[in-house]
């Protein structure tokens, strides 16, 4: 080898040892860096199936929509909407919004119990309260967000603000990406699946999704949608897109399916079920088989 080409090595392995050893530097220094390395070697690990199985497997039962309305197994949300630029909220769309807790706080029906969970465990576990900076906002307060934060704030009927179904969460001086860097926010971004959340914009989706990580905004989906989306890595676009009109879909002890129209066929014994619009005109379906 001449003096040339043993230069060239030289330099290569140089420059591929300093990349080595300055990464590894910052993965020590960063622990919201060192964390999200961990997330995506562990989710890769820990994929999950989504069955499709045939209609002659389950026995199927017409359900009109004034009859699924009033069974008490069947719980009618607004849980499953997708909310984006390409998917914006209807004019004439009504949020079913509360107040958490007897707080000024307000946000969707079906996020409350989830979210007093989650910020219980967290309470308990980290001896740290966990704050929300923004849950439900009007078309108003939406249009006042985008004034004050042009970058981040998603257009009037693409935020999932709207419907009350976003919540961006914080600690005691750790907010935004800094929300990351702390033992709470970490717990949050890979657990806040169990509780029926998902890390909406997560930071491999920005292709999907057209927005930048957000690890301090969640979004309440239920069961068991969250836990697939989270250890499949999906995106909710890619998600809801996966699940195909008509088809059923087994996941441990659930059946999931997309249909729409004012008579629904569902599994003829159940013992619970969520049933949400899909803001595209479908009604997607969670059935707890047993």
């Not at 750790?174 to 702390?182: E, M, V």
Request: net charge negative; glycine share 4%.
């Amino acid at each position: 080898m001449n003096n040339k080409k043993k230069t060239k090595v030289l330099l290569i392995s140089f420059f591929i040892v300093s990349v080595i050893a300055l990464t590894t530097v910052i993965l020590i220094l960063r622990s919201d860096w060192r964390f999200v390395v961990v997330e995506c070697i562990s989710q890769v690990e820990n994929g999950v199936d989504l069955e499709e199985i045939t209609e002659n497997s389950i026995n199927l039962v017409d359900y009109s929509k004034s009859g699924f309305c009033k069974d008490k197994r069947v719980i009618y949300d607004q849980s499953m909407m997708l909310i984006n630029s390409d998917n914006l909220i209807k004019d004439t769309f009504l949020p079913e919004v509360v107040n958490y807790n007897n707080t000024d706080v307000i946000m969707n029906s079906c996020v409350t119990d989830a979210y007093a969970d989650l910020s219980e465990y967290v309470y308990s576990q980290f001896g740290q309260k966990l704050f929300i900076m923004s849950s439900f906002r009007t078309k108003e307060e939406q249009e006042k967000a985008i004034e004050e934060n042009n970058d981040s704030a998603a257009d009037v009927g693409a935020s999932e603000h709207q419907a009350g179904l976003a919540l961006d969460v914080y600690v005691s001086q750790y907010a935004g990406n800094s929300f990351l860097k702390t033992d709470v926010g970490q717990y949050v971004n890979s657990e806040c699946w169990e509780y029926g959340f998902i890390i909406r914009y997560p930071y491999y989706g920005v292709s999907k999704t057209g927005i930048k990580f957000e690890p301090w905004h969640i979004r309440y989906l239920g069961f068991p949608h969250a836990e697939i989306i989270y250890k499949n890595s999906l995106t909710l676009e890619e998600y809801i897109k996966k699940i195909e009109f008509n088809k059923y879909y087994k996941f441990k002890n659930y059946i999931i399916t997309k249909q729409r129209g004012e008579t629904l066929r569902l599994p003829e014994s159940f013992t619970s079920a969520v049933i949400s619009e899909d803001n595209q005109g479908n009604f997607i379906i969670s059935v707890k088989v047993q």
